[in-house]
């Protein structure tokens, strides 16, 4: 769909499968970086003073903030339920990490720990395969693998298959289809891993694993989403509001500081804990790199249209991130096709 400008009139080309049905969308013009608002099903942009209450009116949504801010023990304390009730990371992936940590490790122990499980196995060879680490089908087993690949590669692989299980699935309340989460995850790790490796390479392990598994927190409140989800999309729609805006209305605290708690479950280190919890503001990370790194990775890959929200057109890059991160425009517009690219390559 081609959309223009309210105010300097530029026209963009907008992917018609990125927008939502019969709403009304706000937009930051890249242009101008003035916000004007469009009428998906007319295509038509529309007077946003037309949709302000006028004096004596009441906001139904507004007015129910008090009656819904989700700040009950009860609602956290039973959201919170959920990621003790998250499956744990597969033994096999927990397993593989230990022994390549090991410089001295047997590859032969390495192959025996990821073949008692056959399903992530499986994966491995197919990712390995994939045209992403360039053999395609030159692959036969995972001792193969190793040999060919070599440890730290992959590690890599043993992770993306053992956590595709966990991130692939529906999720109703955010609206998400089959591998949405997974490609998206998947993009940002990518991205983080890319990112690292200009700014610090001895991060992209790390990197790479936090990308994998920001979003996980979603997985969490999906079913608290899917219980309110007219009023979220009503606020959201009406106060021009992003979904962690309204998951922190209606839950009081966010996903991304779940999938905080889910490294805790995980056993995984407090820095990635830490940067998962501030991706969204670096800024309050007190200086973290990572969390930066990974708020740039989310920005890529929703830029290059691996996104999967309504309210992906409100993502803004936070002030301050690509002169932390010493990451020029051009730099981030070949980033953005290259993880585009390398997400279409990885079979998994």
Sequence with gaps: MIIECSHCQKKFNIQDDRLPDAKLVTFRCKNCGQKFQLDVRTGQTVDKKANELKPGESNSA?????????????????????????????????????????????????????????????????????SYYGMSGKISSISHALIVLGNSV??????????????????????????????????????SKIISGQENPDLAKEAHMAGLIHDVGKIILDTHVAERKDEIEAY????????????????????????????????????????????????????????YILHLADFIAITGGIGYDNDDYLFELEAGTMDYLKITNEAMSDMTFKVTEDVNNISV
Excluded at 85 to 112: G, R, Y
Aim: hydrophobic share 35%; charged share 25%.
């Design 62 to 130: 507004a007015n129910s903030q008090t009656d819904h801010q989700a700040d009950d023990n009860g609602l956290k304390e039973k959201i919170l339920q959920g990621v003790k009730e998250l499956p744990p990371m597969p033994q096999v992936v927990v397993k593989t990490q230990e022994l390549m940590a090991n410089p001295n490790v047997d590859a032969k122990k390495i192959a025996e720990v990821i073949e008692t499980d056959q399903g992530i196995a499986a994966k491995v060879l197919k990712v390995a395969n994939s």
């Design 236 to 291: 959201m729609e009406k106060e021009e509001k992003t979904f962690l805006d309204a998951e922190n209305r209606y839950f009081g605290f966010n996903h991304a500081e779940i999938a905080s708690e889910v490294c805790k479950k995980w056993n995984f280190p407090e820095s990635i804990a830490s940067a998962i919890k501030h991706h969204h503001q670096p800024g309050k990370s007190n200086g973290t790199g990572l969390a």
């Design 154 to 191: 992959l590690e890599e692989v043993v992770t993306l298959a053992g956590t595709e299980g966990i991130l692939a699935g529906k999720l109703k309340g955010y609206g998400y289809d089959s591998k949405d989460l997974w490609k998206h995850s998947l993009a940002v790790a990518i991205g």
